[in-house]
């Protein structure tokens, strides 16, 4: 059962790795045994990810901006150049806005589109290469794409872009699924609820107590749990798991 879920050997990206869900799902990675490295726009939050996370295993980090093609190909460089065969990549890195729909305006929108949607494709697109040499018949390569419960049910919020990105991100992640398996990489994504993190504290601290209650679970989500779905689709136990989209959000989105 431990080499079920070993990531021993294995080479994983982690985007928008500095805190948050991305660095719940970093600690997770490093802790089932892969070499990480994990990506942020901003340096001081990246150097205090790196040395929390180096406790758990080999961690590197690069500085990167995924809501251009330009940050996107500077970061699959640096990703190409270390991690010549790269086992896991995952997409976390996002932005959310929220704005009365009268009032909202082009640069919200392009903003979260960018980094949402435009980022986890043409990021996916430019480290192809490394992932084909790390897949097999036997042992895909994967891809793991960070949505939202926002992108499978509706938000009271005034949220636009950020919803309309997510549900995009779920139907890429089922088209690139179709498109990689042949090639031997598989393409999930993890659909979160309600977790502590940066993006989620205003909501938290505000409707916190309101937001545990409506779930089935009765609480919001904790680090191994988003470690957990990640590493099970990183492992051999999801090696035969493609094009899904997994609710992690004790039951909000599939039971209302």
Known sequence: MSDLFSLEGKTAVVTGGSRGIGFMIASGLLQAGASVIISSRKQHELDEAQEALSKLGHVQAVRADVSSLEGVEALAREVAGRFPVLNILVNNAGATWGMPLDDFDEHAWDKVMDTNVKGVFFLT?????????GGSHDDPARVINIGSIDGLH????????????????????????????????????????????????????????????????????????????TVFLASRAGSYVTGAVIPVDGGIATTS
């Open 154 to 229: 509706v938000n009271p919020m005034d949220t636009y872009s950020y919803a309309a990105s997510k549900a995009g991100v779920h139907h890429l992640t089922r088209a690139l699924a179709r498109k990689l398996g042949p090639e031997h990489i598989t393409v999930n994504a993890v659909a979160p609820g309600p977790f502590e993190s940066k993006m989620m504290a205003a909501t938290l601290r505000a409707f916190g107590d309101n937001i545990a209650s409506s779930a089935p679970l009765r609480r919001i989500g904790r680090p191994d749990d988003m470690a957990g779905v």
């Open 125 to 133: 697109q430019q480290l192809l290469p490394q992932l084909r040499a």
